[in-house]
């Protein structure tokens, strides 16, 4: 809901076709400059396309206690080779 007289609005209209077709925005500050606002709204507009990329995969919840298995095996025959030398 919109109150208030007049507002500053910025509309942000994507080149490629993604998840939105135009993201708005309203402008608090009147004294802002109009080609400031224009630049933070395609810049918070296409860091949300962006987000869309492929992330770098974890490592899965089951492989975990195989992965802390092996490293509490390895710290024992290291800590064994060691007492025995």
């Keep these: ?4 007289i007049s507002r500053r609005v910025v509309v942000v209209r994507p080149e490629s076709g993604g998840p939105f077709e135009q993201a708005i ?3 608090r500050d009147p ?5 400031d606002a224009v630049r933070e ?3 918070i507009a296409e860091g949300c396309l962006g987000s869309r990329r492929r992330r770098p995969r974890r ?4 492989l ?4 802390f298995a092996l490293g509490a095996l390895t710290a024992s ?3 064994l080779l ?3 030398l």
């Design 59 to 62: 490592v899965s919840a089951r």
């Design 1 to 4: 809901m919109v109150k208030g």
């Design 77 to 79: 025959l290291v800590h």
């Design 82 to 84: 060691a007492s025995l």
């Design 31 to 35: 004294a802002f400059p109009r080609g």
């Design 25 to 27: 925005f309203l402008v």
């Design 64 to 67: 975990l206690p195989a992965v």
């Design 41 to 43: 709204a395609c810049r």
